[in-house]
């Protein structure tokens, strides 16, 4: 790995198959940094739902939460290194892909897929289907998770996407990848 890292390369994935990638110019963010935002963001928000007047005081298990708070981090931490970039995207939440189907988040032809921990296997046919969609139409459909522990799962997330579009947080130059990732589907569109 460190050879490569000399040469402006890093290979993704703890894979020694997965393909190596120009490494994008230093990142203000690192998958550790991102990792304590968002657990810092859930705690806060799940205090702030503590005190909301109604609140009975238990502990917050609001389905959902997880995935908001992450999303709305990787977006966050993403429009920020854009901005050191000076790169400007059209951004949206929730882009249309057919349906009730939709995509986290939109930043110029990168439709993203975020999930704070990893999905099911058996989901992976709808986003081959929803991939071919938006591939179809010029966009193309990066997936970001903090993390995805069980291994088949992850085999099948990366057929679905595509390697080159599939990246883990808890692998060590994942972040600055997916921002690289981010920028090249801009750079072709």
């Known amino acids: 790995m460190k050879g490569l890292a000399n040469h402006g390369l890093v290979r993704t994935g703890a894979s020694?198959?997965?393909?190596?990638?120009?490494?994008?110019?230093?990142?203000?963010?690192?998958?550790?940094?991102?990792?304590?935002?968002?657990?810092?963001?859930?705690?806060?928000a799940k205090q702030a739902l503590l005190n909301l007047p109604v609140a009975s005081g238990e502990k917050i298990t609001l389905r959902g939460?997880?995935?908001?708070?992450?999303?709305?981090?990787i977006q966050l931490c993403l429009v920020d290194e854009l901005v050191q970039l000076s790169k400007e995207f059209p951004i949206k939440e929730q882009f249309k892909i057919e349906g009730r189907a939709n995509a986290d988040?939109?930043?110029?032809?990168?439709?993203?897929?975020?999930?704070a921990g990893g999905i099911f296997g058996e989901e992976s046919e709808k986003y081959k289907k929803y991939k071919a969609i938006?591939?179809?139409?010029?966009?193309?459909?990066?997936?970001?998770?903090?993390?995805?522990t069980h291994e088949p799962y992850r085999?099948?997330?990366?057929?679905?996407?595509?390697?080159?579009f599939c990246f883990f947080l808890t692998e060590e130059n994942s972040w600055n990848n997916f921002?690289?990732?981010?920028?090249?589907t801009n750079e072709t569109a």
Not at 65 to 73: C, I, K, P, R, S
Not at 108 to 114: F, R, T
Not at 155 to 164: N, P, S
């Open 16 to 44: 020694a198959s997965r393909t190596a990638r120009p490494l994008a110019r230093e990142m203000k963010y690192s998958e550790k940094e991102i990792d304590a935002i968002f657990t810092e963001n859930l705690n806060l």
């Open 65 to 73: 939460l997880n995935g908001w708070v992450y999303e709305q981090t």
């Open 105 to 115: 988040l939109l930043v110029g032809k990168a439709a993203i897929e975020i999930k």
């Open 134 to 148: 938006l591939t179809e139409r010029g966009f193309s459909y990066i997936y970001i998770t903090k993390q995805e």
């Open 155 to 164: 085999k099948t997330m990366e057929e679905a996407f595509g390697e080159e």
């Open 179 to 184: 921002v690289n990732a981010v920028l090249s």
